[in-house]
């Protein structure tokens, strides 16, 4: 029984820690950018348009010069996302 639980609780630990993996600026599609918080289609399709007219972003600060995304949004994504192993 104990060896059962001692597995089920190291399988919970593996999906967390890969459902809370950064999402990369970079390369996420619109559907990965619509998991983060906040940010739906409108926002996503924002965050493409930046990337592909300034090949990309240098740092997540970068995400306060997409449209409809401030300061408060940046603060509420920090955690959830990167731009190439930057967490800036």
């Given at each position: 029984m104990k060896r059962i639980?001692?597995?089920t609780v190291l399988a919970l630990l593996l999906?967390?820690?890969a459902a809370?993996?950064?999402v990369?600026?970079?390369?996420?599609?619109?559907a990965g950018l619509m998991e983060?918080?906040?940010i739906g289609?409108?926002?996503?399709?924002?965050?493409?348009?930046?990337?592909d007219a300034h090949d990309?972003?240098?740092n997540i600060s970068d995400l306060t010069n997409v449209k409809g995304i401030g300061q408060a949004t940046l603060n509420g994504l920090k955690d959830e996302v990167t731009?190439?192993?930057?967490s800036e």
């Open positions: 639980l001692v597995l999906y967390a820690g809370m993996a950064a990369n600026l970079n390369t996420a599609s619109k983060l918080t906040g289609q409108v926002k996503a399709e924002a965050i493409i348009d930046y990337r990309g972003f240098q731009v190439d192993g930057d």
